[in-house]
């Protein structure tokens, strides 16, 4: 299956540490990439392959993986961080599906 | 400086077909490793990838949309087309135009467009 699951919705206390999940099949044999949207705004790429960040990317945002799960952490939430989240995967037929997207809340 | 700008109608008729350029700039589409894929995102609903071409002409569709994709690209101009038929209502979105990036067992979206909104209406 090429499908990724995401939980619809995460919350956090500002400066505490989050996890959002991503699981699905493919997972077990590529990494996922993280994208965060804020709204009116395209996605942006926050964390890709292993461990990823592009330029300009707080360090605070990290990525992890096992088994038929991805995982985005953030260390220390900011404010700035309240999105919309989504992770993305390619899989064995070249399909590049996304998870259904996680809103971060940060109280 | 990698940019991406969509362009197209704004508003389409139920049954007609969609076209959409993505041109960029930055970056060469014939250059080795090199792609650019098309994702759209209804109004309040999760993104959703459509297809993607790699520099080699290689090129993928999502399996539910697949009968009613096409995508190619002109390296000349530094373009790339999709065109969807039989549009419907429910294809009412904004559609993304983003550059592939490729890494050891992943590929991932570095660089994205503004989007364009496109509502099928009559």
């Known amino acids: 299956s090429s499908e990724l699951t995401q939980d619809p919705a995460v919350s956090v206390a500002l400066g505490q540490t989050v996890r959002i999940t991503c699981q699905g099949d493919s997972l077990r044999s590529y990494y996922a990439s993280w994208y965060q949207q804020k709204p009116g705004q395209a996605p942006v790429l926050v964390i890709y392959?292993?461990?990823n960040r592009p330029s300009g990317i707080p360090d605070r945002f990290s990525g992890s993986s096992s088994g038929n799960t991805a995982s985005l952490t953030i260390t220390g939430a900011q404010a700035e961080d309240e999105a919309d989240y989504y992770c993305n995967s390619r899989d064995s037929s070249g399909n590049h599906p996304f998870g259904g997207g996680t809103k971060l809340t940060v109280l | 400086q990698v940019t991406l700008k969509e362009s197209g109608p704004v508003l389409v008729k139920p049954t007609e077909t969609l076209t959409l350029t993505c041109t960029v700039s930055g970056f060469s589409l014939s250059n080795a490793r090199m792609g650019v894929s098309w994702i759209r995102q209804p109004p309040g609903k999760a993104l959703e990838w459509l297809a993607h071409?790699?520099?080699?002409?290689?090129?993928s569709y999502s399996t539910s949309l697949k009968s009613r994709l096409t995508i190619s690209k002109d390296t000349s101009k530094s373009q790339v087309v999709l065109t969807m038929t039989n549009m419907d209502p429910v294809d009412t979105a904004t559609y993304y135009c983003?550059?592939?990036?490729?890494?050891?067992?992943?590929?991932?979206?570095?660089?994205w467009g503004q989007g364009t909104l496109v509502t099928v209406s009559s």
């Open positions: 071409i790699f520099s080699n002409d290689e090129k």
């Open positions: 392959g292993k461990n």
């Open positions: 983003a550059r592939i990036g490729f890494g050891a067992a992943t590929n991932y979206f570095d660089y």
